[in-house]
């Protein structure tokens, strides 16, 4: 069993920056990949980014390529997003999910946080 905890979310405008963390908890594999996704009201839960277990496999989502990092810290067991020139299309709830396979679909995620609220606003 894992237990997911995301963290960091707020208001923030539009250029502004954000780094949301997610601290795991409990076991699990290490050919494991952590993901971000988002979901924003009436639309789909879509993926963001994720990272492998290993910090060695990275991918993002073409709306997100150079302005968000993902990263991992294996001794704090907490990956980051790390998010700059934020826009107003990025306000959504931010979750961070684990799974198997290192693919942005949210069905092959396993394990869920509770999510946390980014709304990017003037």
């Known amino acids: 069993q894992l237990q997911l905890v995301e963290s960091g979310g707020g208001l923030v405008q539009p250029g502004g920056s954000l780094r949301l963390s997610c601290a795991a908890s409990g076991t699990t594999s290490n050919y494991a990949y952590i ?53 107003p299309e990025d306000t959504a709830v931010y979750y961070c999910a684990e799974g198997l396979l290192g693919i942005m679909d949210p069905q092959h995620y396993r394990y869920w946080g509770q999510g946390t609220q980014v709304t990017v606003s003037s």
């Open 35 to 87: 993901g971000w996704f988002r979901q924003a009201p009436g639309k789909e839960r879509e993926g963001v980014s994720i990272i492998s277990m290993s910090g060695v496999y990275i991918d993002y989502a073409d709306s997100v390529k150079g302005r968000f990092t993902i990263s991992i810290d294996n001794a704090k067991n907490t990956v980051y997003l790390e998010m700059n020139s934020l826009k």
